[in-house]
Antibody, heavy 120, light 111 residues
Framework: QITLKESGPTLVKPTQTLTLTCTFS??????????VGWIRQPPGKALEWLAL???????RYSPSLKSRLTITKDTSKNQVVLTMTNMDPVDTATYYC????????????WGQGTLVTVSS | QSALTQPASVSGSPGQSITISCTGT?????????VSWYQQHPGKAPKLMIY???NRPSGVPDRFSGSKSGNTASLTISGLQAEDEADYYC???????????FGTGTKVTVL
């Protein structure tokens, strides 16, 4: 059974750096083809893909946010960490991590999401 | 990379069929058979309903079906039920550096 759970601060100040951790179980990020991605959703708005890290440490980022994002993995801890620098109120959103299947590019398991508010 | 275009809302009565469109470009929807659809109930995480245009994961009712023609993909819900009322998002793999692009989302209302 695959599960994922996001953790991190619920409130950050403008210009601060956000660090979110995705802790997962039921799969290994050392298995060929597997990936973990981050997707966010501002209140009342659509989903936006942010970043993805694969089993071989290949990393992909949304071009519009690439300069602010870093994704890393700790295979031994079953965790993936996303950092986003220079936070702004427009970054207020629910942040989800999700499992990317090794068979086809899509997200088949999602965490419950964590709401991050950016405010002074 | 712009978001895929979906109608803001679609509605239908119980038992009816509805179709949600998802329009992209030849660099995403039209270029790959890697369109997926997600259902999202209020306050909940998205749930994968369709992958690779028309394949259903285990446990998804067969009244959910997907198709694609050119740069437009579609999700059809047949025999609409009250629990189908939710937001639906399409997504596509893309050849651009974006890798993934989501749709603008469609709110499905069961009348």
């Amino acid at each position: 059974q695959i599960t994922l759970k996001e953790s991190g601060p619920t409130l950050v100040k403008p210009t601060q750096t956000l660090t979110l951790t995705c802790t997962f179980s039921g799969f290994s990020l050392s298995t060929s083809g597997v990936g973990v991605g981050w997707i966010r959703q501002p209140p009342g708005k659509a989903l936006e893909w942010l970043a993805l890290i694969y089993w071989d440490d290949d990393k992909r980022y949304s071009p519009s946010l690439k300069s602010r994002l870093t994704i890393t993995k700790d295979t031994s801890k079953n965790q993936v960490v996303l950092t986003m620098t220079n936070m702004d109120p427009v970054d207020t959103a629910t942040y989800y991590c999700a499992h990317s299947t090794p068979v086809t590019p899509c997200f088949d398991y999602w965490g419950q999401g964590t709401l991050v508010t950016v405010s002074s | 990379q712009s978001a895929l275009t979906q109608p803001a809302s679609v509605s239908g009565s119980p038992g009816q069929s509805i179709t949600i469109s998802c329009t992209g470009t030849s660099s995403d929807v039209g270029g790959y058979n890697y369109v997926s659809w997600y259902q999202q109930h209020p306050g909940k995480a998205p749930k994968l309903m369709i992958y690779e245009v028309s394949n259903r994961p285990s446990g998804v009712p067969d009244r959910f079906s997907g198709s694609k023609s050119g740069n437009t993909a579609s999700l059809t819900i047949s025999g609409l039920q009250a629990e189908d009322e939710a937001d639906y998002y399409c997504s596509s793999y893309t050849s651009s550096s974006t890798l993934y692009v989501f749709g603008t989302g469609t709110k499905v209302t069961v009348l």
